[in-house]
Antibody
Framework: QVQLVQSGAEVKKPGASVKVSCKAS????????MHWVRQAPGQGLEWMGW??????KYSQKFQGRVTISSDTSASTAYIEVSSVTYEDTAVYFC????????????WGQGTVLTVSS | QSVLTQPPSVSGAPGQRVTISCTGS?????????VHWYQQLPGTAPKLLIY???NRPSGVPDRFSGSKSGTSASLAITGLQAEDEADYHC????????????FGGGTKLTVL
């Protein structure tokens, strides 16, 4: 069965960088795009970007400050957020869609990022 | 501010029917892109509830249904049960700014 397992919670100071991982299993990693979605406390879901076969696309809001990468040999996707601020405090989810379908069938369990001085 | 607009909260008594609206624009729902719905229980990841406007994944009760018209979509839940209390999110595709996935702000359903 498809599983997406994310790395553990992070606490960062303002201005630092953070890198979150998402390890996939149960399917051929390179055949599907991996997306990243975040949810600030008490807020809705916010799409950040995706990676597919080395190609990446970012929400305009995060362009330049977020980097999505992957290691196909490890079936793992990553998202790195640089220069974090208090507004980056959120739960970060990885999510997989299917080719040609614009919805997310599988989700990681989420990684809590807390930005605190 | 979310691209798709949902009411912050709705409520209903057990057994009743509730609907949750999702309003978009000409670059997303109005452009013909499908609407999908997710259910999110407290402290958990979202779960796909409805895809392609009105299709249920295997295992989702037929008490949940979706519809779409023009620039809006709706999720209907009939025969409300206590375990339906959750946050519900709509999602679509937007063709502006090079294309992206977009979400609503989420709706908290309270079962009275």
């Amino acid at each position: 069965q498809v599983q997406l397992v994310q790395s553990g919670a992070e606490v960062k100071k303002p201005g630092a960088s953070v890198k979150v991982s998402c390890k996939a299993s149960g399917y051929t990693f390179s055949n599907f795009a991996m997306h990243w979605v975040r949810q600030a406390p008490g807020q809705g879901l916010e799409w950040m970007g995706w990676i597919n076969g080395g190609r990446t696309k970012y929400s305009q809001k995060f362009q330049g400050r977020v980097t999505i990468s992957s290691d196909t040999s490890a079936s793992t996707a990553y998202i790195e957020v640089s220069s974090v601020t208090y507004e980056d405090t959120a739960v970060y989810f990885c999510a997989r869609d299917s080719p040609g379908l614009f919805y997310f069938t599988y989700w990681g369990q989420g990684t809590v990022l807390t930005v605190s001085s | 501010q979310s691209v798709l607009t949902q009411p912050p909260s709705v409520s209903g008594a057990p057994g009743q029917r509730v609907t949750i609206s999702c309003t978009g624009s000409s670059s997303n729902i109005g452009a013909g892109y499908d609407v999908h719905w997710y259910q999110q229980l407290p402290g958990t990841a979202p779960k796909l509830l409805i895809y392609g406007n009105n299709n249920r994944p295997s295992g989702v009760p037929d008490r949940f249904s979706g519809s779409k018209s023009g620039t809006s979509a709706s999720l209907a839940i009939t025969g409300l049960q206590a375990e339906d209390e959750a946050d519900y999110h709509c999602q679509s595709y937007d063709n502006s700014l090079g294309g992206s996935r977009v979400f609503g702000g989420g709706t908290k359903l309270t079962v009275l």
